[in-house]
């Protein structure tokens, strides 16, 4: 396996990275609101504290990656 085609590989994701965050809004908004009113008044965010809605976004993510792919 080559390693400048790793490096490829990932700067392509990144390059990507808008169109599949577009894709999942939802899934983002959720996940920042989540954590925002978690660390109302400088609480620290715990672990697991927002676990659904990071799942949703990773799935999301995942999908929309997965389909991209697809379509390549």
């Known amino acids: 396996m080559s390693g400048s ?12 990275f ?5 894709q999942c809004a939802e899934e983002a908004a959720a996940y ?3 954590v925002a009113a978690t660390t109302v008044s ?3 965010l715990k672990k697991d504290h927002c676990a659904k809605e ?3 976004l990773k ?3 995942s999908n929309a990656t ?3 792919l697809k379509l390549a």
């Open 42 to 44: 400088k609480q620290e």
């Open 59 to 61: 799935t999301c993510f």
């Open 32 to 34: 920042g609101k989540c």
């Open 54 to 56: 990071f799942a949703a």
């Open 18 to 22: 808008p169109e599949f965050f577009a």
């Open 66 to 68: 997965v389909q991209a």
């Open 5 to 16: 085609n790793v490096w490829h590989r990932s700067r392509e994701k990144l390059r990507r």
